[in-house]
């Protein structure tokens, strides 16, 4: 029993479930996002859709284990066609497999986290739309990207330590807020 219970995890959960917990790798689905200071300024890919990649997709498809033969942590192969599809297709959003599975409802058997993994955030999954539907460029700053009323309030969170998940267009001021004055 004891033989086939390792067994039965290590198919389950990957060949290293045991020790996983004590390896020197921290767990990705935990890092802490970092405030971009000019969000307008950061590389689109990056500083914005690779960590988001990291945190949630890695564990699954990064470099030490690939379902489904997919790898998301290089460029080269985000854009290779996977078994279900072309992973990315640039400006078209609907026939790109990761748009479509992270959009499917979390009881679809294709939802992308699995149910029982961290999910994106509403931000998280506008965020890798906009940058899919916008051409999925690899070396492109985020204001050299199209972006419309929708996606400027996510970019603009980005900035703060703490993320927000619903902000509203009429919370950004329309012109410019200048430093205040020390004294």
């Given at each position: 029993?004891?033989?086939t219970?390792?067994?039965?995890g290590?198919?389950t ?6 020790i ?11 890092l802490?996002r970092?405030p971009?200071p000019?969000?307008?300024?950061a590389m689109?890919?990056q500083?914005i859709?690779?960590p988001?990649?990291m945190?949630?997709c890695y ?11 997919l790898?998301l942590?290089i460029p080269?192969?985000?854009?290779k066609v996977g078994?279900?599809?072309q992973?990315?297709?640039?400006v078209?959003?609907d026939?790109?497999?990761?748009v479509?599975?992270?959009l499917?409802?979390?009881?679809n058997?294709?939802?992308?986290p699995p ?6 955030t509403?931000?998280e999954m ?12 690899f ?7 199209a ?5 400027k ?11 927000k998940e619903?902000?509203?267009i009429?919370?950004i001021?329309?012109?410019e ?6 004294d």
């Open positions: 029993i004891f033989i219970g390792h067994f039965g290590s198919i959960h990957g060949s290293d479930y045991l996983k917990a004590f390896s020197s790798s921290d767990n990705l689905a935990e802490e970092k971009i000019n969000v307008q300024e689109a890919y500083d859709i690779k988001i990649l945190s949630k564990k699954c498809h990064g470099p030490e284990k690939q379902k489904g033969k790898r942590d080269d192969l985000i854009l078994k279900g599809g992973v990315i297709k640039a078209n959003t026939k790109s497999e990761l479509k599975r992270i499917f409802s979390k009881d058997e294709d939802h992308m149910v029982e993994q961290p999910q994106l509403k931000s506008e965020l890798i739309h906009w940058w899919v539907g916008s051409g999925a460029d070396d492109k700053k985020v204001n050299s990207l972006q419309n009323d929708k996606i309030p996510v970019l603009i969170a980005l900035q703060s330590p703490e993320v619903e902000i509203k009429s919370d001021p329309d012109e807020v200048k430093t205040a004055d020390p």
